[in-house]
Every structure is written in structure tokens, then in C-alpha cells.
């Protein structure tokens, strides 16, 4: 009996060691962006294409206020309630950050500290980013109003408030490879990028399992709304059936093919998307338009 509880005890440590090994935050990259020359005007369209505004800025923000990132906005998840943190470029947000820090932050959700982010931060999506593109991203951010408004610590009980288990989640749901493997033009390509990565499209369209990971074969295929009002929309080709100058005009206007206008948080990505290129929400309509069909 003796022995048996020892072996027991050195499995247990074991599985202890090696639980820890996986939950480590990921190493900063000391030469991030090396050789490139950070675009503040680049950085500015990689910022609305992102939706840091629609997160970051004040509750009911709105115009000009939307570009001071004082945060503040509610999540409500069924893991407890998560608040946007300040990333304006005061020593209260993320002025004093690295890029390097910015970078690890935004494509590996890990914080200047070495804790886990919560992934109500799309980091899983941002990880796609390039790095010229978030180094011009942390460019722009520099030139944006200072506020000093502290952060909300989340509303998070335990078990769901042990950051380093959060290691061990990304372990198991975050993965780098793209859900569309094969762009076939490179407009596709494009517009895989921007749903995929800058615009996080599957964040809010995607069912999650109850782990809170995406479920990659049911990609943009409608998901419960976190408030637990309404439902996220299918907006794969077999339930949209939209034509892509019927999706391009809809990312440009708000309006729909049946004369309806958008409407809840969907409401700030117009915003967003309307502010981009028009090849960029011709791209997206592409991407779309090219999703197989979810059984």
C-alpha cells in the first residue's frame, strides 16, 4: 500500500510538472519587427479593422471620444465578467510597454508581468497579425489621448480566476493554422486575414464548447449571445445566400438585401468595416462567399 501511494504521489507530480511546463506564458521576441519602419497611417486602418475602439473606448462613446481608450466596457460570459482594461498611452494604460510587451500581449495574450490574458481579448485571433502590422498598430496607439481612468479588476470566481490555468486553455484551443486552409485568389487571402485575425470575426459568430473554446467545424455558424438575448447569425453561404455586393454594400451602409439596417454590437463593426478600402470589404465578402458548407 506503501508503495502504491508513493507511485501515486510521483504521477501526481509528474502530471503537476508537466501541467505547468504547458501553462507557461509564452517568451517576449526581443527582435519583434526588427528592420521595420512602424506606418502611424498603416497603423490606423489596422486599428479600426481590429475594433480596439469598439472595446477600449468608454462605454457610450461617441465620435471623437472613441479614440480616447479609457475603457470600461462589460463582458458578461458564463465565466464570470470581464471589463475592458485602459490601453491608451498613459502609464494607467500601456504607455509604458514595449513593443515587444505590446506584441506578446496582443498575439499571445500574455501581459508585460507574465500573466495569462483572458480570452475575451481576441488574442486567438490577433495571433494572425503580422508583425509590421502590429508594430504599426502600436505606432498609432502612441499618437491617441492619454487617459488615466484605472482599470475594473474582472468579476471572476474560482476556478476561473487561476490565471496560469489559462496556459492550459490556449494549450487546447488556440491554434495558429487557419480555419480555411486554401485561399484560392489572393483576395481570399486577404479576406482570410481580416476575419480570421484583425476583425475576429469568429470570436462572436462561432459556437463555443463548454470549455469556452471555439468549435472550429462549426465555423460562423451562429452562436448564443453572451447577454442571453437573441443568438450571433449563421453567416456561412448556406444560411446568409448573399450576393458579395450584397455583403460589400452591407459592410459599407448597415443595410441588408431585405431593406433591414443592423442593429446591437454589430452596429460598431459597420462603423469599423466602413471606414476600411473597399477592397478590403470586397476581400471579406470573398472570404465568406468561399466557406464550404457546415454539415
Request: some cysteine; hydrophobic content about 45%.
Amino acid at each position: 500500500m506503501r508503495r502504491a501511494l508513493k507511485g501515486a504521489a510521483a504521477l501526481g507530480l509528474i502530471a503537476a510538472a508537466g501541467a505547468w511546463w504547458l501553462s507557461a506564458p509564452a517568451p517576449l521576441v526581443a527582435d519583434f519587427a526588427s528592420g521595420h519602419q512602424p506606418n502611424v497611417a498603416r497603423g490606423a486602418q489596422v486599428f479600426v479593422a481590429s475594433g480596439c475602439a469598439s472595446c477600449h473606448a468608454a462605454p457610450e462613446a461617441a465620435e471623437a471620444d472613441k479614440l480616447l481608450l479609457s475603457g470600461g466596457h462589460a463582458f458578461v460570459s458564463d465565466f464570470g465578467t470581464f471589463y475592458a482594461p485602459n490601453i491608451s498611452p498613459a502609464s494607467t494604460g500601456i504607455g509604458d510597454w514595449t513593443l515587444t510587451e505590446f506584441a506578446r500581449a496582443v498575439t499571445r495574450g500574455v501581459s508585460p508581468t507574465g500573466q495569462h490574458y483572458y480570452p475575451a481579448f481576441p488574442y486567438a485571433a490577433y495571433q494572425h497579425m503580422t508583425e509590421p502590422d502590429v508594430a504599426d498598430l502600436f505606432a498609432y496607439i502612441q499618437t491617441l489621448p492619454v487617459s488615466d481612468a484605472a482599470n475594473r479588476p474582472h468579476d471572476v470566481a474560482f476556478p476561473f480566476n487561476v490565471r496560469r490555468a489559462l496556459g492550459l486553455w490556449k494549450t487546447l484551443f488556440v491554434k495558429d493554422d487557419f480555419i480555411l486552409t486554401k485561399a484560392a485568389t489572393p483576395e481570399i487571402e486577404r479576406g482570410r486575414y481580416l476575419v480570421e485575425g484583425l476583425a475576429h470575426c469568429g470570436e462572436c459568430h462561432t459556437p463555443r464548447n463548454a470549455l469556452g473554446g471555439l468549435e472550429s467545424g462549426a465555423w460562423l455558424s451562429g452562436a448564443p449571445n453572451p447577454s442571453g438575448k437573441g443568438r450571433i447569425p449563421d453567416i456561412t453561404p448556406a444560411a446568409l445566400q448573399w450576393s458579395q455586393s450584397d455583403l460589400v454594400y452591407y459592410f459599407e451602409s448597415g443595410l441588408t438585401p431585405d431593406y433591414d439596417s443592423v442593429g446591437g454590437a454589430m452596429t460598431a463593426v459597420i462603423d469599423n468595416l466602413a471606414q476600411l478600402p473597399e477592397s478590403d470589404r470586397a476581400a471579406i465578402a470573398a472570404y465568406l462567399s468561399a466557406l464550404p458548407t457546415v454539415p
